[in-house]
């Protein structure tokens, strides 16, 4: 009798602090954002003490985005980076919002609807891994605080630079490495300690705050995800940290 070959163990990825397999990360993650959907600024003022509102506006004051420019907007089911940006571009312009997750995709929509931002704006549930749009398709690519959440990011990376027009842009706003030792103390504790807890009270949801606090210590930081954007074909990647650190802006260029 011959010996049958052990089959190879299945790929893994992180979610959060837990290895996974690689195909069951969309899915977890899709029930975090389900699940957090309608509470997702509350979310974002308990991670960030509100200041993700101020983040989110210096980002698109330095995207370079002008009149007339078509912006695809990735992870940006709340509409909050597609609402700053829609003025920008004009009615000449357009700002496409791409997410993975419907629940957020509809309450994005909603909140712009009600505030009568409608022309000019396109909503599309999608993949990052995958973009269904032609090359060469859109003058800049943004994405704010969902880079971390992608199953795999070379290839969202890759996808996002063959959908750009050359020349184009991509910015990333994401959560990244504390430069102060002593205020990465104080970030932890907050991130570890005190958020689940305000995430169960405030939403009732203490393990999704959970995920989110560790999905931020597994991102790639500052000079790593500098380097993969050079992989996927991008150059002039310029990384500029803000709050010390917290979060950081990569812009990069399709040559």
């Known amino acids: 009798m011959t010996d049958q070959p052990t089959p190879s163990p299945s790929p893994t990825t992180h979610f959060g602090f837990r290895d996974v397999p690689v195909g069951e990360k969309q899915k977890l993650v899709g029930q975090v954002f389900t699940s957090v959907a309608r509470n997702y600024d509350l979310m974002n003022d308990l991670m960030s003490f509100g200041v993700h509102r101020l983040w989110k506006r210096h980002f698109v004051a330095i995207s370079g985005v002008r009149r007339g420019d078509r912006v695809l907007d990735l992870a940006g089911g709340t509409g909050d980076i597609a609402a700053l940006l829609k003025p920008v571009v004009g009615a000449d312009g ?14 994005g929509r909603d909140r712009l609807t009600d505030r009568g931002l409608v022309s000019g704006l396109r909503w599309a549930q999608l993949n990052a891994e995958a973009l269904p749009f032609p090359d060469n398709s859109f003058d800049a690519v943004t994405m704010a605080f969902g880079l971390r959440n992608v199953t795999d990011k070379d290839k969202a990376l890759a996808d996002i630079c063959r959908v750009l027009k050359p020349g184009g842009r991509l910015l990333v706003l994401e959560f990244s490495r504390v430069q102060n030792a002593l205020f990465n103390t104080l970030y932890d504790f907050h991130s570890f300690k005190v958020l689940p807890k305000l995430g169960r009270l405030f939403a009732g949801d203490a393990d999704s705050y959970q995920y989110l606090a560790e999905s931020i210590r597994k991102h790639p930081d500052q000079e790593t995800l500098k380097g993969m954007m050079e992989r996927a074909g991008f150059g002039k990647v310029e990384v500029r940290n803000l709050t010390n650190g917290i979060v950081a802006i990569h812009r990069a260029y399709k040559l």
Do not use: H, T
Not at 94 to 107: F, K, R, T, W, Y
């Open 94 to 107: 357009e700002v496409v919002v791409g997410d993975i997750n419907a629940a957020m995709l509809g309450v």
